[in-house]
């Protein structure tokens, strides 16, 4: 069974940093993609960033440039260094596994930034 937890969430002023980790409990396959989704209250859950095993990755356009998302196969991690932290990126974030036709998610860390 495939768990993710996360960890590193947490208060940060405007202009700050925070760096998310995630730790998946199984072996990462070649086809699996990572990556982190943000669910602000009353919206709806949306991508921040993904990574393939490879290492290509997309990001959402708001993050963009502020954002890194990477990944250690062998660790069977991935991490998200958010740099330059706005008000509006204040949401849950979640770890998500994507292997096939499933999804796998974690239990979510809040990150919140002040102004």
């Known amino acids: 069974q495939v768990q993710l937890v996360e960890s590193g969430g947490g208060l940060v002023q405007a202009g700050g940093s925070l760096r998310l980790s995630c730790a998946a409990s199984?072996?990462?396959?070649?086809?699996?993609?990572m990556g982190w989704y943000r669910q602000a209250p009353g919206k709806q859950r949306e991508l921040v960033a993904r990574?393939?095993?490879?290492?290509?990755?997309n990001y959402a356009a708001s993050v963009k440039g502020r954002f890194t998302i990477s990944r250690d196969n062998a660790k069977n991690t991935v991490s998200l260094q958010m740099n330059s932290l706005r008000p509006e990126d204040t949401a849950v974030y979640y770890c998500?596994?994507?292997?096939?036709?499933?999804?796998?998610w974690g239990q979510g860390t809040q990150v919140t930034v002040s102004s």
């Open positions: 199984v072996n990462i396959f070649s086809g699996d993609l």
């Open positions: 990574i393939t095993r490879g290492g290509t990755t």
């Open positions: 998500n596994l994507a292997r096939g036709s499933n999804n796998y």
